[in-house]
């Protein structure tokens, strides 16, 4: 199976700060990687796929790279309306797996 | 607009088998090049893969879940169904289910609200 290990678990970051979370794969996933949002009592919102794919209507200061085993989601300038948990998820083999999610908190 | 809705009990007793379904409107669940699929969240945890099924017919399941998890499809009522067996206060959860498509890199696009299950005497 492959593991995928997300850091941080958390951050807290001020209103127009560039962010970013890394997403490690245990082994090489190509591109098969997405990016989800999640706020409180809500399902996920898929943010980005295959990487760096921006999903339709997600502002542009979202941004992915990555490929093979190390993957980071960037907010250029961070919103309070960013204020929610985030999750990678490979897609590259069963079993899929997400990682441990990061917290992210406005200051 | 594919819309996703899980039902089925919210309180399900220790032991016992876990029995949701999600109703698909929008789209048919027998569409080429789509996975079913579910996922789960503890409480305040973070999120599972449960397993998902194909429109083929082929279903894959987390080899931590496998031995108690049945995902099925009912074409006829454009449903698709969990069954989790054997159930324990660690099987309380929010219960969603999605839809992967080839044409979002293979990722959940589509999501319903979510079930909340509650295993407790």
């Known amino acids: 199976d492959i593991q995928m290990t997300q850091s941080p678990s958390s951050v807290s970051a001020s209103v127009g700060d560039r962010v970013t979370i890394t997403c490690r794969a245990s082994q090489d996933i190509s591109s098969w990687l997405a990016w989800y949002q999640q706020k409180p009592g809500k399902a996920p919102d898929l943010l980005i796929s295959?990487?760096?794919s921006l999903q339709s209507g997600v502002p542009s200061r979202f941004s992915g790279s990555g490929s093979g085993t190390e993957f980071t989601l960037t907010i250029s300038s961070l919103q309070v309306e960013d204020s929610a948990t985030y999750y990678c998820?490979?897609?590259?083999?069963?079993?899929?797996?997400f990682g441990g999610g990061t917290k992210m908190e406005i200051k | 607009q594919l819309q996703l809705h899980e039902s089925g009990p919210g309180l399900v007793k220790p032991s016992e088998t876990l029995s949701l379904t999600c109703s698909v409107s929008g789209g048919s669940i027998s569409s080429k090049n789509y996975y079913w699929g579910w996922i789960r969240q503890s409480p305040g945890k973070g999120l599972e893969w449960i397993g998902n099924?194909?429109?083929?017919?082929?279903?894959y399941y987390n080899p931590s879940l496998k031995s108690r998890v049945t995902i099925s499809a009912d074409t006829s009522k454009n449903q698709f169904s969990l069954r989790l067996s054997s159930v324990t206060a660690a099987d309380t959860a929010v219960y969603y289910c999605?839809?992967?498509?080839?044409?979002?890199?293979?990722?959940?696009?589509?999501w319903g609200q979510g079930t909340l299950v509650t295993v407790s005497s």
């Open positions: 099924i194909l429109y083929s017919g082929s279903v």
């Open positions: 998820l490979q897609v590259k083999s069963h079993p899929l797996t």
């Open positions: 295959a990487a760096s």
């Open positions: 999605a839809r992967r498509s080839d044409g979002s890199g293979w990722s959940y696009v589509n």
